[in-house]
Nanobody, 125 residues
Framework: QVQLVESGGGLVQAGGSLKLSCAAS????????MGWFRQAPGKEREFVAA????????YYAGSVKGRFTISRDNAKNTVYLQINSLNPEDTAVYYC??????????????????WGQGTQVTVSS
């Protein structure tokens, strides 16, 4: 079993920055990747960014590339999401996820095995 706990969300002004964290605990030795998704009210959960646990290759949604940076600390079993140049359209609950698939499609929800409870990011204009 794996548990994921997100933190770092909050209320920020447009143009500001946040750094989200997601700490994984439990049986993480076979974890192959972690990702971030977000969901705004009335919308489907969408892919934001992902990172391979071994090798560190990163992937980004086109809407966030250049503004968001995903990183990891293997020793801490933690993934981070640095968010810059926030705008109101970034307002959403941000979820982290972990996959134990050796081969996975980084932007597919159903390829992730565990999910956190989410952290709210609200951007004011």
């Amino acid at each position: 079993q794996v548990q994921l706990v997100e933190s770092g969300g909050g209320l920020v002004q447009a143009g500001g920055s946040l750094k989200l964290s997601c700490a994984a605990s439990g049986r993480t030795s076979s974890m192959y990747g972690m990702g971030w998704f977000r969901q705004a009210p009335g919308k489907e959960r969408e892919f934001v960014a992902a990172i391979n646990w071994i090798g560190g290759r990163t992937y980004y949604a086109g809407s966030v590339k250049g503004r968001f940076t995903i990183s990891r600390d293997n020793a801490k079993n933690t993934v981070y999401l640095q968010i810059n140049s926030l705008n109101p359209e970034d307002t959403a609950v941000y979820y982290c996820a972990a996959t134990f698939r050796v081969y996975y499609t980084y932007d597919r929800r159903n390829h992730y095995d565990y999910w956190g409870q989410g952290t709210q990011v609200t951007v004011s204009s």
